[in-house]
């Protein structure tokens, strides 16, 4: 069974940095199309970005655009969400999500704050 672990999230200002990342234990997810999802209190969850199972095709939330980059390597099993320009509004619980035809699942989340 799939079994999806997000990192990288913290407390960052606002202007700074940080990457996430999300892998998966037990399973390559070599085959799977990966979403970057995200949460903030009293808000429904939002897709921010995702990316085809190869690599080649990619999404990107006009909330986001040309602030965050999604990107894999299958070859380490990973996929990441470099996110720059933080603002305040990009707080909130941050989920990768992993689907391949009717089949998907989440991680369990990973908190990013941004506060000054």
């Known amino acids: 069974q799939l079994r999806l672990v997000e990192s990288g999230g913290g407390l960052v200002q606002p202007g700074g940095s940080l990457r996430l990342s999300c892998t998966a234990s037990?399973?390559?997810?070599?085959?799977?199309?990966i979403g970057w999802f995200r949460q903030a209190p009293g808000k429904e969850r939002e897709g921010v970005s995702c990316?085809?199972?190869?690599?080649?095709?990619?999404f990107t939330a006009d909330s986001v655009k040309g602030r965050f980059t999604i990107s894999r390597d299958n070859t380490k099993n990973m996929v990441y969400l470099e996110m720059n320009s933080l603002k305040p509004d990009d707080t909130a619980v941050y989920y990768c999500?992993?689907?391949?035809?009717?089949?998907?699942?989440w991680g369990q989340g990973t908190q990013v704050t941004v506060s000054s």
């Open positions: 999500n992993a689907r391949y035809l009717v089949y998907s699942t």
């Open positions: 037990d399973v390559t997810l070599d085959e799977y199309a």
């Open positions: 990316i085809s199972s190869g690599g080649g095709s990619t």
